[in-house]
């Protein structure tokens, strides 16, 4: 197995690192100070730095395909995901924003010509957001088997009504559909039972109902949101792939949406240890820098093995992805995905207590970082499913035996 960067990955790499440290972090305050005032709204400048990386060829390179991405392998994408992890304003730069990334998979794969034309080549342009609306108040959802909201047909139209719940970016001013996961048919295999359909959002019956914070974030402006959909009647053609397609499609869809997920924490581990060691360095107590008082030398080993060991993971399943398919590395892609958030939430921990209180403020990114990095050890399925399907896999080959 071979992780080198490829010459036109190592070129971009370098211009990413660039553009986040001389662009977007020195605009990190500013936006959430603006953000602070008006909550659901664009700040001009993130459309500003927005022109000037899609001007800079920095644009929608997490599409693997030459016709509408930047025709980068898993591998050559990691470390440029790695560094716009680190920024929470930098995915959305780059137009490699969750979930639109997502979502213009599921289109680029799944997609009629019409649904590509109507909504995938504005969400590759930038100019409009998306949301995804899977997870469901009412029923455990981690498994997707249990999603009760409806999808029925009726003629040549598709019916859509239930609740939804965590669908995230649903509160971006310029989010104009989501992609609604719904029960079509009860009595057919569990696999096939459920469809996907893409909504507009300004559909009649579709409502948010509000905004849910975590930790006391709303994630402004992409937001998770409460939706409901009530009697939501759309052309049978909204339908993305046809009738009880949904779990497969939801499969490929989090294939690559838990790695982009994973590369991106990474990231911000690294984020959070560089300020760990800044401030452990520039700080005294009892007449010692901070890095010499209660083993946080040992702490800060610790946690650059820690994101060395993770990167290896996400690397190597990387290359799985490229070499043998989502089929060929799913045990790895659950093992990244519970090791990695994790992993990322407890560096953040430790940066936080070198921080003392202003770990737990906004003056540092810190607070709303662990925020995110807790989330994501639910979001895209909680730890316990994805350790339940490794530990699966690895008992697999015992019992054939």
């Not at 590369?263 to 401030?279: D, P, S, T, V, Y």
Request: glycine share 10%.
């Amino acid at each position: 197995m071979d992780f080198s960067h490829s010459d036109r990955a190592a070129t971009l790499l370098d211009e990413v690192r660039r553009f986040v440290r001389e662009r977007i972090e020195p605009q990190e305050s500013a936006v959430v100070a603006a953000l602070a005032v008006a909550p659901w709204t664009v700040p001009p400048v993130v459309d500003e730095l927005k022109r000037e990386a899609r001007a800079a060829g920095l644009w929608n390179l997490f599409l693997p395909g030459d016709e509408h991405g930047a025709s980068l392998s898993n591998v050559d994408y990691a470390p440029l995901a790695e560094a716009m992890g680190g920024s929470g304003l930098a995915p959305e730069i780059f137009n490699c924003n969750a979930p639109d990334t997502g979502n213009a998979e599921v289109l680029v794969q799944y997609g009629s010509p019409q649904q590509r034309q109507d909504w995938l080549m504005p969400l590759l342009d930038g100019t409009i957001r998306s949301a995804f609306c899977m997870t469901e108040p009412d029923v455990a959802s981690s498994d997707a088997t249990n999603m009760a909201a409806r999808a029925e047909v009726d003629g040549d139209e598709i019916v859509l009504n239930g609740r939804k719940w965590w669908s995230t970016g649903i509160g971006h001013p310029n989010c104009k559909f989501v992609i609604f996961m719904g029960l079509t048919d009860p009595e057919a295999h569990a696999y096939q039972r459920h469809s996907m359909v893409l909504v507009p959002l300004d559909t009649p019956g579709v409502k948010v109902e509000r905004m849910l914070s975590t930790f006391g974030y709303f994630d402004e402006p992409y937001g998770h949101g409460e939706v409901s959909f009530t009697e939501v009647r759309l052309p049978l053609d909204a339908v993305i792939g046809g009738p009880g397609r949904g779990f497969e499609i939801a499969q490929g869809r989090l294939g690559p949406g838990r790695i982009h997920h994973c590369m991106r924490a990474i990231g911000l581990a690294e984020r959070a240890l560089e300020l760990a060691c800044r401030r452990g360095l520039s700080r005294t107590a009892f007449g010692k820098p901070l890095v010499n008082l209660g083993g946080n030398r040992e702490r800060i080993a610790q946690a650059r093995i820690a994101i060395n060991q993770a990167r290896l993971l996400v690397l190597y399943t990387a290359w799985l992805l490229d070499t043998k398919g989502i089929a060929g590395a799913r045990s790895e892609v659950s093992q990244i995905k519970a090791v990695v958030p994790r992993m990322t939430q407890d560096i953040i921990d430790m940066a936080i207590q070198l921080h003392g209180g202003a770990g737990m403020s906004d003056d540092f990114p810190l607070a709303r970082a662990f925020a995110g990095a807790r989330s994501l050890r639910l979001a895209d399925g909680p730890d316990e499913v994805h350790l339940g399907l490794v530990a699966r896999q690895e008992l697999r080959s015992y019992q054939e035996a």
